[in-house]
């Protein structure tokens, strides 16, 4: 099956590389094990100081094809106050039907978002990539491990960022995040450590299940995807028309991880722990909400109707 899915996540904007296997994803068969124990190996020296960070989003997400659910993707922003760094960690977890996917991100930018250092694995059955790089004056050099091993240096033009963080960067424009503004940027695809254009249309406000959200359509390596981004740059959906792909911000882990697999080692070792998925708008607006059956603003046993005895 040579027609691969695009996954968007959650973020997503956030995780724009999740899209960009639309054109080439194959079902193969996974091999849980080795990814984990490679997870454990790479990953444990990386997170040990982000355990004081401020973190500025936490959420799971569910993923979907066309309505059914495929996986789950987590996503985790924070920053780095005594080294002034923003740090994105995602994780990603799919069935059979979303191509029997693992993948994970680290990403490390600078406060004024240039591309600092990133580790990124991903494995679909029993193949395997990783990508090691850091960028220093004005370069990226990155170690490949797949196939074949190989070390790439490239030069980073001014401006350019991770894609993971594009949500910050437009935040951070001249013009800000709003409505009826389009974005042109240049940014790494994390996936294959490549550099890349893309465009971002920032449409009119619209609700979303309680949510005040921005419609934003997006372009970046030949997938196109439309998200529904709150003002604060935090992605609630996410949707890939072409391939019926889509993803949505949900209040609990449970909510997304359903009967799917969750390696809680691997998960410990990316985060510092197992996320609790509780810092975002939509376990914010879940937790202010009245219980079921109450009606807002109306004290307990007060505003019920008692219908009188039959006499």
């Known amino acids: ?41 790479s990953l444990i020296a990386v997170v040990s100081h982000m355990a004081k960070a401020q973190v500025l989003f936490e959420g799971y997400s569910k993923v979907l094809s066309g309505g059914v659910p495929i996986g789950y993707s987590i996503t985790k922003y924070e920053f780095d106050s005594k080294k002034k760094q923003f ?66 240096s490239k030069d980073i033009p001014k401006g350019a960022f991770l894609s993971s963080f594009l949500a910050y960067v437009m935040l951070r424009s001249p013009q800000g995040f709003k409505a009826d503004t389009k974005y042109e940027f240049q940014a790494i695809a994390e996936e294959d450590a490549a550099l890349q254009s893309g465009i971002a249309y920032v449409k009119s406000p619209e609700d979303f299940n309680g949510l005040k959200v921005l419609r934003v359509f997006n372009e970046f390596k030949g997938a196109k995807f439309i998200s529904q981004v709150t003002e604060k740059g935090e992605v609630i959906t996410t949707k890939a028309p072409a391939v019926s792909i889509s993803t949505e911000l949900v209040a609990s882990p449970s909510d997304a991880t359903m009967n799917f697999p969750v390696p809680t080692a691997t998960l410990k070792t990316l985060f510092g722990e197992v996320p609790m998925g509780q810092v975002n708008p939509v376990s914010e607006l879940k937790k202010n909400s009245p219980p079921p059956g109450k009606q807002q603003g109306i004290p307990g046993g007060k505003g019920i109707f008692v219908k009188p005895g039959g006499k």
Not at 4 to 28: C, E, G
Not at 97 to 123: R, W
């Open 1 to 41: 099956m040579n027609s691969k899915y695009q996954i968007p996540t959650i973020r997503q904007i956030s995780s724009m590389r999740l899209f960009r296997k639309a054109n080439d994803w194959t079902i193969v068969r996974k091999n849980s094990k080795y990814i984990l124990a490679f997870f454990v190996g």
């Open 87 to 152: 740090v994105a960690t995602t994780f990603l977890k799919t069935n059979q039907l979303g191509g029997n996917l693992t993948e994970s991100l680290k990403a490390y930018s600078s406060e004024d978002m240039k591309p600092l250092s990133y580790q990124f694995t991903t494995m679909e059955g029993p193949t395997v990539k990783t990508i090691d790089a850091k960028f220093e004056k004005d370069k990226m050099i990155a170690v490949i491990d797949g196939v074949k091993k190989e070390t790439i």
